[in-house]
């Protein structure tokens, strides 16, 4: 069976852009959540999708903005981008249910210039 | 607000040392424990959890952890590493029934194993 994937693996873009990552789960599973990691520090939490619907909110601000689709993929979409966004943004999916555990995608390395 | 605390943030030990990662989390009530691996170049994998029942878990890869509520503590083990254990370790915790299944993440510990 296929992992989390993501897509692109590597992105730059300059200041003021808006980018769009995308993310597939694993096959079954409903729930996405996205992370986001900078260089030395634990992965944040932005948001967490279940069913096309927000479930969970980080403490990010309004640029951040994400979907979820029909076939449970999601895209994460972030407007006018700062120096400071530049980090690896991870999906996890999980089947939901009590157990909690969550499946990482390999990221994607957003790099602003 | 909720924390997650390693404060070994870059440990170097030589193969067959033993190995303790500490972590200590900001909670009072019931958490949901995890440590996770992010070896070189790979994503993060699943080390262990702890949910309830022997505070002592065991994981993959021959790691362990030991959950001490009157610590709040969920400390890693190894008793002796490999050069393939070199990897950052994140210890992290979800808070039961919160509308998110959100994850807290400490800020890892980079653990470097020289041959």
């Known amino acids: 069976d296929a992992g989390v994937t993501q897509s692109p693996t590597h992105l730059i873009k300059t200041r003021g852009q808006q980018v769009t990552l995308r993310c597939s789960p694993i096959?079954?599973?409903?729930?996405v959540s996205w992370y986001q990691q900078v260089l030395g520090q634990g992965p944040q939490f932005i948001f967490q999708?279940?069913?096309?619907?927000?479930?969970g909110r980080g403490n990010f601000p309004d640029r951040f903005s994400a979907r979820q689709f029909p076939n449970y993929s999601s895209e994460l979409n972030v407007n006018a981008l700062l120096l400071g966004d530049s980090a690896l943004y991870l999906c996890?999916?999980?089947?939901?249910?009590?157990?909690?555990?969550?499946?990482f995608g390999p990221g994607t390395r957003l790099t602003v210039t | 607000a909720q924390s997650v605390s390693q404060h070994n943030h870059h440990v170097i030990l030589s193969e067959a040392a033993s190995l303790e990662l500490g972590c200590n989390y900001s909670?009072?009530?019931?958490?949901?424990l995890f440590w996770y691996v992010q070896y070189p170049g790979q994503h993060l994998q699943l080390l262990l959890k702890?949910?309830?029942?022997?505070?002592l878990v065991k994981g993959i890869k021959g790691f362990e952890a030991e959950f001490i509520k009157s610590k709040f503590s969920f400390n890693l083990r190894k008793p002796s590493v490999q050069w393939s254990d070199t990897a950052e370790y994140f210890c992290?915790?979800?808070?039961?029934?919160?509308?998110?299944?959100?994850?807290?993440f400490g800020s890892g510990t980079r653990l470097s194993i020289r041959p």
């Open positions: 996890a999916s999980h089947g939901g249910g009590s157990n909690y555990e969550q499946y």
């Open positions: 702890y949910f309830s029942g022997d505070p």
């Open positions: 096959s079954g599973h409903k729930s």
């Open positions: 999708y279940y069913e096309k619907e927000e479930r």
């Open positions: 992290a915790v979800i808070l039961p029934h919160s509308s998110a299944s959100k994850i807290i």
């Open positions: 909670y009072g009530g019931t958490v949901n």
